[in-house]
């Protein structure tokens, strides 16, 4: 099976991106399975049902997300009626959604680590522990960590080193030059990067960023809705037969 997981999805001109260089990836890979990032798809933070929906029109197979999954309440009830949406699975009992979801013979589990993040979420490695128990017969596993600290998504990959397909760090849209695998057949990258523009910061507009680091004043943040965008991916490559990875590269384009 060929796997494409692409880095967080930021705001309008992210969605378009992946609308636009997502049929031009297909057409030079085979691919039968796509992942992406959408808790920044919707004005820069957040999803909502539009934005959702625009992103499973344009391929997308299961949204994986993180801390700003909570921006817009009316995603909620979506990811309550089974939507292929999911939320960081070590967030409290009651929260809204689920934190891994089976589809197309795939799970897509989705974790959130604790360094430098949100402090009322439970531990990220024993919460995985829990749902790899419940997915004893499932072949293929993908696990989606979002984290600040590369070391904690690095200990991660080593953690479930030869106990699922592939982890991909998110959340710092950054792409990190480390793809892999690790022993076991395990597909591994820090960081797959980000969707949307090139010229922000991490997506935003450059003015409230820059604004804030020099005066340590609150700034309301936008995403950048024109210009060039870049989308950064990975594709997997995973046996079917025995779940394990075979090869992983980065996909990395520039869009005008």
Known sequence: MHIVAIGDVVGKLGRRTIAEMLPQIRK????????????NAAGGKGLTPSTADEMFRAGVDV????????????????????????RPLNYPEGSPGRGYVITGGVAVVNAIGRVFMPADTDCPFRGIDKVLSQL???????????????SEKVAMG???????????????????????ILPGGTAYVTDLGMTGPRDGIIGMEREPVLHRFLTQMPARFSAVEHGPAVINAIL??????TGKATSIQRIDREME
């Open 28 to 39: 030079e890979y085979p691919v039968d399975f796509v992942i992406a990032n959408g808790e």
């Open 236 to 241: 997997i490559d995973i046996d079917d037969e």
């Open 63 to 86: 949204i994986t997300s993180g801390n700003h999954i909570w921006e817009h309440r009316d995603i909620y009830a979506m990811m309550n009626e089974g939507a292929p949406i999911i």
């Open 158 to 180: 080593w953690y479930l080193a030869g106990r699922v397909s592939a982890v991909f760090g998110s959340h710092t849209h950054v792409p990190t030059a480390d793809t892999r």
């Open 136 to 150: 004893q017969n499932q072949r293929i596993v993908l696990v989606d960590m979002h984290g600040e600290a590369t």
